[in-house]
C-alpha cells in the first residue's frame, strides 16, 4: 500500500507574542524590516498585487488557514477587491503596496506621501482598516520614503530575507542559504514564461519551510 503524503505545514497556532523592538529609526523615519526577532519556530509568507486573483491560490490559502500577509497597489488589486474577504476571513492580512505600483525612491515627498496615504484611504474606505506596514513596489525606498510611511500612519517597511522564484525555488538576500525562525519570505506572483503556477510554487514553499522545522506566522502578529 502507497504511504500517505506527507501533510504540507499547518499555520503556527494563532496567538499574540510580545512585540519585539524593531530596528531603530532616526525620529519620524518608519523602520525597514526583512526580519523579526523571536522565539517562535516561524517564518512569514507575504504576498504581493495579483495574489488574490488566483483561484488555486486562494483555495490553498483558505485550506491551509494560512496567515499571509497581501501587499496590495490600488491600481492592481482594486478591481478584485470583493475577492479578499475569504483570505481575510482565514487570517490574511491586507497591507499596503501604494496607489499605483509607481518607484517611490527619488520623488519627492508630497508624490510619495500621496502613493502611501492614498493607498491608505482606499483601503480604509473598502476594509475599514489602515494598514501599519508598507511594502515599497520593487523593494526601493529613500529617505524620504521612510518620512512619508511614518506620517501616513506605518509602522514599518516591509522587505525581505527571501523571495520565490518562479521555478519554486528560493533565492536568499544575505546570510546562509537558509531559512531562519523570523525570516519575512516574497512570493512574488509573476510566474514568468515558463514559472511554476502560484499554487504549485506556494506548495513546495511550504514543503521547504517544513524541511526546515519551521512553521507559517502571521507577521502582524509580531510587529
Known amino acids: ?44 509568507l507575504t504576498y504581493d498585487d495579483d495574489a488574490e486573483r488566483d483561484p488555486g491560490l486562494v483555495e490553498l490559502l483558505r485550506s491551509r488557514r494560512l496567515p499571509v500577509t497581501l501587499f496590495l497597489t490600488d491600481r492592481v488589486a482594486g478591481p478584485a477587491y470583493g475577492r479578499l474577504a475569504r483570505l481575510r476571513a482565514v487570517g490574511a492580512s491586507i497591507q499596503n503596496h501604494t496607489l499605483d505600483h509607481s518607484t517611490l525612491r527619488g520623488l519627492p515627498y508630497a508624490g510619495q506621501r500621496a502613493e502611501i496615504c492614498g493607498q491608505q484611504d482606499k483601503l480604509h474606505a473598502r476594509f475599514g482598516l489602515r494598514p501599519r506596514l ?49 525570516d519575512i519570505v516574497a512570493v512574488d506572483p509573476d510566474t514568468g514564461a515558463t514559472g511554476l503556477p502560484l499554487p504549485d510554487r506556494t506548495r513546495r514553499l511550504l514543503r521547504e519551510i517544513q524541511g526546515q522545522g519551521l512553521r507559517v506566522g502571521r507577521l502582524e502578529d509580531h510587529i
Open 1 to 44: 500500500m502507497r504511504s500517505a503524503a506527507p501533510a504540507l505545514p499547518s499555520a503556527a497556532p494563532a496567538r499574540r507574542p510580545a512585540a519585539p523592538a524593531l530596528p531603530s529609526a532616526a525620529p519620524g523615519l518608519a523602520p525597514v524590516v526583512d526580519h523579526v526577532p523571536t522565539r517562535d519556530r516561524v517564518v512569514f
Open 134 to 182: 508598507l511594502r515599497p513596489p520593487h523593494g526601493t525606498y529613500d529617505t524620504t520614503t521612510l518620512r512619508a510611511a511614518a506620517d501616513c500612519g506605518i509602522s514599518a517597511v516591509v522587505l525581505w530575507r527571501a523571495a520565490v522564484r518562479p521555478d519554486g525555488t528560493l533565492a536568499y538576500t544575505r546570510g546562509e542559504p537558509r531559512l531562519r525562525p523570523g
